[in-house]
């Protein structure tokens, strides 16, 4: 689904968002319909038949998606409750966790397809323009205003159109790759190699296991659950130097590493008929005093702002939460208020601040690899930078 404006327009918009992911396509749901804004991503064709990592939401995020107003709709698409979760982190007992002890109440594992491609469609339902076949793009400030160069793809084979936008504010919300943030000289800190791999094993009749499942092993750590589809993930999060990391990608392997935990014995596909991927998962975040020194109205959020290592399960809600944060400071930068953007980033290094420690605390719990090199990683902090240092 998409709006499409004009092909050149220096006026009329009051946000340019780069990236329609969960925390983009929020965003202008959120800013909508009291201002102007314009939605830029590039082809969306290659989602329909991608394979996406199971992710979860917790209970908390229900608050944000009703002030989205599409509470009533995210519980319509089918995404599973999530069940209990089960770990062994530092001992062989399991340790068990019932959702229902928290007090924001059962999360979801997300048919992530479904999800993002339903935010963005509510994005544009609330007015949002949306530009989804951007080629590449190229962004400056000029006079008090940020500018957007973008080539798109033409239609039937014919030549790019090349169109010029123009706003007061930016925002890049296209994650891990930091696209307009990268071009302003902005650079990812506190990130290491951490790297998934991992496979949708086809759905076995006779599982009908609710819970996530998470093991620490001698060089990385395994996650697994169900997700709505009815396949199963399996995932292993290994550095990105070592040296098993080639002969994980055959399925036998990497299934038959996992079994040598009985919390993943019993997991049995249908058929070894399935991919391994790989995909980068490395937490870190941008200098929030080198985006302070940018020209004002500039904005990053979610995985462009702070990315989180996937041990904490934030990631999504990372997504939503900035998104929301950045509306507001939004909405009072464009009303005239001088420290808008200040107020948004001391909020943001409270955020990583407490990210990073949490972060700190999980991987020192696992005392019986602590001499292993993944392990040792994750817990040498850099002198009073609260990151985690990787030598990789």
């Known amino acids: 689904m ?12 009051d946000a340019i968002i780069v990236g329609a992911g969960p925390a ?57 409750e999530r069940g209990a979760s089960v770990s062994q982190w530092d001992q062989d007992t399991p340790t068990w966790f019932d959702p229902v002890r928290d007090p924001h109440g059962l999360g979801w594992h997300l048919d992530r397809v479904r999800f993002d491609a339903d935010l963005r469609a509510a994005a544009v339902a609330a007015g949002a323009a949306l530009v989804d076949q951007v080629r590449h793009l190229k962004v400056s400030a000029m006079g008090g205003r940020w500018r957007v160069d973008l080539a798109c793809l033409g239609q039937a084979g014919a030549a790019p159109s090349v169109r010029t936008y123009e706003a007061p504010v930016l925002v890049d919300a296209t994650g891990r790759s930091m696209t307009a943030a990268r071009q302003l000289g902005l650079v990812r800190h506190g990130q290491d190699r951490l790297i998934c791999l991992y496979a949708h094993l086809p759905p076995d009749e006779r599982d009908e296991d609710q819970a996530t ?19 199963r993930v399996l995932a292993f999060h290994l550095d990105g130097d070592d040296a098993e990391l080639k002969s994980l990608r055959d399925p036998a392997r990497l299934l038959a590493k996992s079994h040598r935990h009985p919390l993943f014995a019993g997991i049995r596909p249908a058929t070894m008929d399935f991919p391994v991927r790989a995909q980068p998962a490395g937490g870190g975040g941008l200098d929030p005093d080198a985006l302070a020194a940018l020209p004002e109205g500039f904005f990053a959020i979610g995985d462009a702002m702070l990315a989180f290592d996937p041990i904490a399960s934030q990631g999504l809600f990372n997504a939503l939460a900035t998104a929301e944060s950045a509306a507001h400071a939004i909405e009072r930068y464009i009303d ?4 808008a953007r200040v107020r948004y980033l001391e909020e943001m290094r409270a955020v990583a601040a407490r990210y990073h420690q949490h972060l700190g605390e999980t991987y020192a719990a696992v005392t019986r690899y602590s001499q292993e090199r993944f392990w040792r990683r994750r817990t040498s902090w850099r002198a009073g930078a609260g990151e985690i240092a990787s030598p990789i």
Not at 48 to 70: D, F, K, N, W, Y
């Open 2 to 13: 998409s709006a499409r404006p004009p092909g050149h327009s220096t006026a009329e918009w």
């Open 213 to 231: 499942r998470i093991c620490a092993d001698t060089n990385g750590w395994w996650y697994s659950a169900r997700v709505p589809s009815g396949k």
């Open 24 to 80: 983009g396509s929020a965003l202008a749901r959120r800013l909508r319909p009291r201002y102007r804004v314009l939605l830029l991503d590039r082809p969306q064709a290659r989602a329909a038949g991608a394979a996406r990592i199971g992710e979860s939401l917790p209970g908390a995020a229900r608050v944000l998606l009703q002030r989205l107003g599409i509470y009533d709709r995210f519980l319509a698409q089918g995404h599973a």
């Open 336 to 339: 005239g208020v001088d420290d």
